[in-house]
């Protein structure tokens, strides 16, 4: 612990982070700013697919409901609770109906977390229309797991924010705690046992993204690699599935634990900028400003003030100072995102990150930034 205290003050002396102590006192901007960045930026996207059913074509040809889509309507359908407009329900509707409400490529049965992230939002929708077939594959896809024993699914972090939440919700519309039991079992396993030992250090209350970055796998520098993007799929995963289950669901405590461990150790390596580095513990290795890991580590914090997790002086000059920043540096005048890092499981991935640099993928990053926005947007 001596060697990471030593770290952050070598990072802190060099302007890479910024202490609380030394912030600068900002405020949360009008709420009728944030809901026009959320507006213009969503508008942007919606504009240039409007086909909802269109596939998605880089290297190769993927269908419209990939786990960068589905990313994506979770942050619309937030966006919607705060802001109702027909247009967005009509959009998301028109993208399930496209695809039949199943999951990528027609594939029922998946166990393969990302192509399971689409069921979030199905169940979503379904909760404003019940109509029994939105949920009934994504609930099929659910129970084909419930009936082996096999809880080492998610070898890769990003999956619990992937399929997590969906567990959560069919538990409570089914009144089945066998659905929270099983995503109990697949998280802990990820956090304790893959790798090593387990994808989560207690030490640094950081995820390294798979058992590619156990040690002793290190960055330039010498640190752990912990992949923003990547901790902060979990720490999303974390909000959703604490908003989701019921205040007396078994296993809130561990979720609430987990969340205020990973908030405590994002809020020691923030820039002075208000962003976060790809790489939280090495900002020289692809040092620089990215939006998705800084917009799902507003989102949670956000969430977490909101609902009185965490002491509010501490955080709120944290997420105003990152919120500050993403609408100053990242949302251009035509809606467009920068700073996106694309698609990858670590920070060379998807470089450079740039303002005008466009992702291989821009579905997945305003996902994120909708979701922090609209915690923002619900705060004091």
Known sequence: MKRLYIFFAFMISFGWIAPFTTSAQQKLP???KTLEALRVTNRYFMDKWPDVGLRIVHEKSRASNIWTRGVYYEGLMALYKIDPQPAYLDYATR???????????????TRNADNQCAGQTYIDLYLLEPQPARIEKIKASLDSMLRTDKIDDWDWIDAIQMAMPVFAQLGVRYKDPAYWERAHAMYMYTRNQHGDHGLFNPQDNLWWRDKDFDPPYQEPNGQDCYWARGNGWV????????????????????YEDDLKAMLAALALVQRSDGFWNVSLHDPAHFGGKETTGTS??????????????????KYRPIVTRAWNA????????????GYVQGTGKEPK???P????????????????FLLAGSEVYQMK
């Open 30 to 32: 009008a709420k009728e």
């Open 95 to 109: 993208w399930a109906d496209f695809h039949q409400w199943n999951l990528r490529d027609g594939d029922t049965y």
């Open 235 to 254: 720490l999303a995963a974390l909000v959703r599935v604490l908003t989701i289950l019921p205040p007396n669901a078994p296993h809130r405590k561990q």
């Open 296 to 313: 799902l580590f507003v989102y949670g914090m956000a969430w977490a003030v909101n609902h009185n997790l965490v002491d509010e002086k």
């Open 326 to 337: 993403l609408l100053q540096d990242a949302v251009r005048p035509n809606g467009f995102l």
């Open 349 to 351: 991935d998807s470089q």
């Open 353 to 368: 990150v740039t303002h005008d640099s466009v992702p291989n993928f821009e579905d997945f990053g305003l996902g994120c």
